[in-house]
Protein backbone atom coordinates (compact mmCIF):
# COMPACT_ATOMS: atom_id res chain seq x y z
CA UNK A 1 0.00 0.00 0.00
CA UNK A 2 3.19 2.67 0.96
CA UNK A 3 4.78 2.22 -2.31
CA UNK A 4 1.11 2.39 -4.53
CA UNK A 5 0.36 5.81 -2.33
CA UNK A 6 3.56 7.15 -2.52
CA UNK A 7 3.25 6.50 -6.85
CA UNK A 8 -0.20 8.38 -6.69
CA UNK A 9 1.04 11.47 -4.78
CA UNK A 10 4.40 11.64 -6.88
CA UNK A 11 1.98 12.34 -9.80
CA UNK A 12 1.18 15.79 -10.30
CA UNK A 13 -2.68 17.05 -10.23
CA UNK A 14 -4.12 15.93 -14.15
CA UNK A 15 -5.71 18.77 -16.09
CA UNK A 16 -9.16 17.45 -16.88
CA UNK A 17 -8.58 18.51 -20.54
CA UNK A 18 -6.34 15.46 -20.39
CA UNK A 19 -7.20 12.96 -23.26
CA UNK A 20 -8.14 8.99 -22.25
CA UNK A 21 -4.92 7.79 -24.02
CA UNK A 22 -2.42 9.66 -22.17
CA UNK A 23 -3.95 10.33 -19.05
CA UNK A 24 -2.75 7.89 -15.68
CA UNK A 25 -5.50 5.91 -14.54
CA UNK A 26 -5.99 3.25 -10.84
CA UNK A 27 -7.34 0.27 -11.86
CA UNK A 28 -9.62 -1.49 -9.70
CA UNK A 29 -11.19 -4.95 -9.38
CA UNK A 30 -12.80 -6.76 -6.58
CA UNK A 31 -13.78 -10.50 -5.67
CA UNK A 32 -16.31 -10.58 -3.23
CA UNK A 33 -18.24 -13.17 -1.15
CA UNK A 34 -21.26 -12.68 -3.35
CA UNK A 35 -23.14 -10.56 -5.55
CA UNK A 36 -25.72 -8.81 -3.34
CA UNK A 37 -25.02 -5.05 -2.44
CA UNK A 38 -24.44 -4.24 1.02
CA UNK A 39 -25.23 -7.79 1.82
CA UNK A 40 -21.89 -9.31 0.59
CA UNK A 41 -18.28 -8.03 0.89
CA UNK A 42 -14.85 -7.78 -0.48
CA UNK A 43 -12.80 -10.30 -0.36
CA UNK A 44 -10.09 -9.81 -2.56
CA UNK A 45 -9.02 -6.10 -4.27
CA UNK A 46 -6.41 -4.89 -6.82
CA UNK A 47 -5.70 -1.40 -7.32
CA UNK A 48 -3.29 -0.77 -10.36
CA UNK A 49 -1.37 2.55 -11.55
CA UNK A 50 -0.81 2.55 -14.95
CA UNK A 51 1.76 5.27 -15.99
CA UNK A 52 0.50 5.96 -19.58
CA UNK A 53 4.23 6.48 -21.20
CA UNK A 54 5.62 3.43 -19.57
CA UNK A 55 2.46 0.79 -19.91
CA UNK A 56 2.35 -2.52 -17.93
CA UNK A 57 6.16 -2.69 -17.41
CA UNK A 58 5.71 0.63 -14.89
CA UNK A 59 2.73 -0.59 -13.04
CA UNK A 60 2.35 -0.42 -9.31
CA UNK A 61 0.14 -2.34 -7.46
CA UNK A 62 -1.88 -2.55 -4.21
CA UNK A 63 -3.41 -5.67 -3.27
CA UNK A 64 -5.53 -6.96 -0.43
CA UNK A 65 -7.09 -10.16 1.09
CA UNK A 66 -9.61 -9.37 3.22
CA UNK A 67 -11.77 -11.54 6.31
CA UNK A 68 -14.82 -10.26 5.58
CA UNK A 69 -16.55 -11.45 8.94
CA UNK A 70 -19.81 -13.16 6.54
CA UNK A 71 -19.63 -16.75 4.40
CA UNK A 72 -18.25 -16.72 1.22
CA UNK A 73 -21.40 -17.82 -1.05
CA UNK A 74 -20.69 -21.54 -2.38
CA UNK A 75 -21.08 -20.07 -5.66
CA UNK A 76 -18.80 -17.38 -5.18
CA UNK A 77 -16.24 -19.22 -3.88
CA UNK A 78 -16.55 -21.81 -6.58
CA UNK A 79 -15.99 -18.75 -8.68
CA UNK A 80 -13.00 -16.92 -6.88
CA UNK A 81 -11.30 -19.67 -5.04
CA UNK A 82 -11.74 -18.20 -1.91
CA UNK A 83 -13.42 -20.34 1.33
CA UNK A 84 -14.19 -19.17 4.66
CA UNK A 85 -11.61 -21.00 6.14
CA UNK A 86 -8.78 -19.22 3.97
CA UNK A 87 -9.98 -15.73 4.49
CA UNK A 88 -10.31 -16.52 8.31
CA UNK A 89 -6.26 -17.54 8.41
CA UNK A 90 -4.90 -14.96 5.86
CA UNK A 91 -7.46 -12.16 5.34
CA UNK A 92 -7.01 -8.52 6.72
CA UNK A 93 -8.88 -7.32 9.18
CA UNK A 94 -11.71 -5.79 7.12
CA UNK A 95 -11.90 -1.68 8.47
CA UNK A 96 -8.46 -1.71 7.94
CA UNK A 97 -8.25 -2.72 4.15
CA UNK A 98 -11.59 -1.05 3.60
CA UNK A 99 -10.08 2.10 4.91
CA UNK A 100 -6.45 1.93 2.86
CA UNK A 101 -8.36 0.87 -0.44
CA UNK A 102 -10.94 4.00 -0.43
CA UNK A 103 -7.34 6.39 0.69
CA UNK A 104 -5.83 5.72 -2.43
CA UNK A 105 -8.84 5.82 -4.31
CA UNK A 106 -9.65 9.21 -2.71
CA UNK A 107 -5.77 10.41 -3.18
CA UNK A 108 -6.05 9.87 -6.88
CA UNK A 109 -9.26 11.20 -7.85
CA UNK A 110 -7.95 14.29 -6.13
CA UNK A 111 -5.51 14.52 -7.92
CA UNK A 112 -8.09 14.13 -11.87
CA UNK A 113 -6.79 9.97 -12.19
CA UNK A 114 -9.67 8.57 -12.87
CA UNK A 115 -10.64 4.77 -11.49
CA UNK A 116 -11.07 2.30 -13.75
CA UNK A 117 -12.99 -0.81 -13.16
CA UNK A 118 -15.15 -3.16 -15.76
CA UNK A 119 -18.94 -3.07 -15.39
CA UNK A 120 -17.33 -0.72 -12.29
CA UNK A 121 -21.02 0.14 -10.89
CA UNK A 122 -20.49 -3.58 -9.52
CA UNK A 123 -17.19 -2.81 -7.81
CA UNK A 124 -17.95 0.91 -6.53
CA UNK A 125 -21.13 -0.32 -4.93
CA UNK A 126 -18.96 -3.07 -3.66
CA UNK A 127 -16.84 -1.11 -1.71
CA UNK A 128 -19.42 1.70 -0.64
CA UNK A 129 -21.18 -1.31 0.43
CA UNK A 130 -18.28 -1.84 2.83
CA UNK A 131 -17.67 1.66 3.76
CA UNK A 132 -20.79 1.71 5.24
CA UNK A 133 -20.64 -1.13 7.08
CA UNK A 134 -17.74 -0.24 8.73
CA UNK A 135 -18.93 2.95 9.46
CA UNK A 136 -17.37 5.33 6.64
CA UNK A 137 -18.91 7.63 4.42
CA UNK A 138 -19.12 6.55 0.62
CA UNK A 139 -16.28 7.34 -2.33
CA UNK A 140 -17.97 10.53 -3.55
CA UNK A 141 -19.00 12.39 -0.24
CA UNK A 142 -15.04 11.26 1.41
CA UNK A 143 -13.78 12.94 -2.26
CA UNK A 144 -15.99 15.97 -1.28
CA UNK A 145 -15.77 16.39 2.47
CA UNK A 146 -11.57 16.19 1.41
CA UNK A 147 -11.48 18.28 -1.35
CA UNK A 148 -11.11 22.09 0.21
CA UNK A 149 -11.06 23.68 -2.94
CA UNK A 150 -14.28 21.87 -3.82
CA UNK A 151 -15.53 22.63 -0.38
CA UNK A 152 -15.05 26.28 -0.23
CA UNK A 153 -16.75 26.54 -3.82
CA UNK A 154 -19.73 25.03 -2.81
CA UNK A 155 -19.53 22.66 -6.10
CA UNK A 156 -20.18 18.75 -6.19
CA UNK A 157 -17.09 16.63 -7.75
CA UNK A 158 -17.86 13.54 -8.65
CA UNK A 159 -16.48 10.39 -8.86
CA UNK A 160 -14.31 9.92 -12.24
CA UNK A 161 -14.29 6.55 -13.71
CA UNK A 162 -13.54 4.87 -17.01
CA UNK A 163 -15.76 1.73 -17.22
CA UNK A 164 -14.32 0.02 -20.39
CA UNK A 165 -17.45 -2.41 -21.04
CA UNK A 166 -19.86 0.86 -21.69
CA UNK A 167 -17.17 2.33 -24.16
CA UNK A 168 -16.47 -1.10 -25.86
CA UNK A 169 -20.31 -0.92 -26.36
CA UNK A 170 -20.19 2.30 -28.30
CA UNK A 171 -17.38 2.40 -30.59
CA UNK A 172 -17.49 -1.59 -31.25
CA UNK A 173 -20.68 -2.03 -31.33
CA UNK A 174 -20.19 -5.59 -31.78
CA UNK A 175 -22.58 -8.66 -31.14
CA UNK A 176 -21.91 -11.31 -28.42
CA UNK A 177 -21.20 -11.42 -24.59
CA UNK A 178 -19.58 -8.62 -23.58
CA UNK A 179 -18.34 -10.12 -20.64
CA UNK A 180 -13.68 -9.17 -19.72
CA UNK A 181 -12.44 -12.30 -21.06
CA UNK A 182 -14.71 -11.69 -24.40
CA UNK A 183 -13.61 -7.68 -24.47
CA UNK A 184 -10.02 -8.89 -24.16
CA UNK A 185 -9.86 -11.43 -27.03
CA UNK A 186 -12.29 -8.76 -29.09
CA UNK A 187 -9.07 -6.04 -28.78
CA UNK A 188 -5.63 -8.84 -28.60
CA UNK A 189 -5.10 -8.20 -24.79
CA UNK A 190 -3.45 -10.89 -23.44
CA UNK A 191 -3.73 -11.47 -19.69
CA UNK A 192 -1.32 -11.48 -17.17
CA UNK A 193 -2.64 -14.31 -15.12
CA UNK A 194 -6.08 -16.33 -14.77
CA UNK A 195 -9.32 -14.48 -15.18
CA UNK A 196 -11.37 -14.05 -11.93
CA UNK A 197 -7.75 -13.42 -10.12
CA UNK A 198 -8.48 -9.35 -8.94
CA UNK A 199 -4.55 -8.41 -10.16
CA UNK A 200 -4.91 -10.33 -13.14
CA UNK A 201 -8.52 -8.56 -14.35
CA UNK A 202 -7.46 -5.27 -13.15
CA UNK A 203 -4.04 -5.11 -15.60
CA UNK A 204 -6.68 -6.87 -18.43
CA UNK A 205 -9.06 -4.36 -18.09
CA UNK A 206 -6.72 -1.40 -17.73
CA UNK A 207 -4.41 -2.89 -21.28
CA UNK A 208 -8.17 -2.63 -22.64
CA UNK A 209 -7.47 1.58 -23.26
CA UNK A 210 -4.25 1.22 -25.18
CA UNK A 211 -5.93 -1.28 -27.94
CA UNK A 212 -9.44 0.82 -27.89
CA UNK A 213 -7.75 4.39 -28.00
CA UNK A 214 -5.60 3.44 -30.85
CA UNK A 215 -8.59 1.78 -33.19
CA UNK A 216 -11.38 4.77 -32.26
CA UNK A 217 -9.72 8.04 -31.88
CA UNK A 218 -12.84 9.41 -30.15
CA UNK A 219 -12.21 6.82 -27.05
CA UNK A 220 -8.25 8.13 -27.10
CA UNK A 221 -9.27 11.87 -27.58
CA UNK A 222 -11.79 11.99 -25.13
CA UNK A 223 -11.03 14.16 -22.23
CA UNK A 224 -11.34 13.58 -18.62
CA UNK A 225 -13.80 16.50 -18.44
CA UNK A 226 -16.35 14.47 -20.78
CA UNK A 227 -15.68 11.03 -19.47
CA UNK A 228 -19.16 10.77 -17.09
CA UNK A 229 -21.45 12.44 -19.17
CA UNK A 230 -20.27 10.56 -22.55
CA UNK A 231 -20.17 7.38 -20.09
CA UNK A 232 -23.88 8.14 -18.96
CA UNK A 233 -24.96 8.66 -22.88
CA UNK A 234 -23.75 5.48 -23.84
CA UNK A 235 -25.09 3.60 -21.46
CA UNK A 236 -28.49 5.18 -21.69
CA UNK A 237 -28.37 4.88 -25.61
CA UNK A 238 -27.67 0.84 -25.11
CA UNK A 239 -30.31 0.70 -22.27
CA UNK A 240 -32.57 1.92 -24.65
CA UNK A 241 -32.15 -0.32 -27.35
CA UNK A 242 -31.42 -3.75 -24.93
CA UNK A 243 -34.77 -2.97 -23.15
CA UNK A 244 -36.75 -2.66 -26.58
CA UNK A 245 -34.99 -6.56 -27.00
CA UNK A 246 -35.96 -7.13 -23.74
CA UNK A 247 -39.50 -6.38 -24.39
CA UNK A 248 -40.21 -7.86 -27.70
CA UNK A 249 -38.77 -11.21 -25.83
CA UNK A 250 -41.80 -10.80 -23.57
CA UNK A 251 -39.17 -10.39 -20.37
CA UNK A 252 -39.15 -7.43 -17.75
CA UNK A 253 -36.97 -4.14 -18.71
CA UNK A 254 -34.20 -3.12 -17.06
CA UNK A 255 -33.87 -0.81 -14.34
CA UNK A 256 -31.60 1.97 -13.14
CA UNK A 257 -28.92 4.08 -14.18
CA UNK A 258 -25.39 3.55 -14.52
CA UNK A 259 -23.41 5.71 -12.16
Same mark, same amino acid.
Given at each position: ????L???? /? #?? @??? +? ?6 ? =???? &? *? ?73 ? /? #?? @??? +? ?6 ? =???? &? *? ?52 G ?5 D ?14 ? /???D???A ?9 ? &? *? ?42
Amino acid at each position: MTSLLDAIN /A #ID @TQP +LDTPLRST =YILG &F *DTETTGTRYGSDAIVSACLVLRNPSTGFDGDVIGYWEINPGIPMDPYASKVNGFTDEYLQAHGREQRAAIKEISH /A #IV @TAQ +LKNIPLLA =YNAP &F *DIAMLNGDLKRIGMADLTTTINDTDDETFLSGATKELLVIDPLIIDREVSKRKGKHKLIDTTEYYGVQPHGSFHD /ATADTIAAVDLIEPMSRL &F *DEVGQLQLKDLMSYQRTSYNAWKKNFNGWLENQGRMPIRGSWL
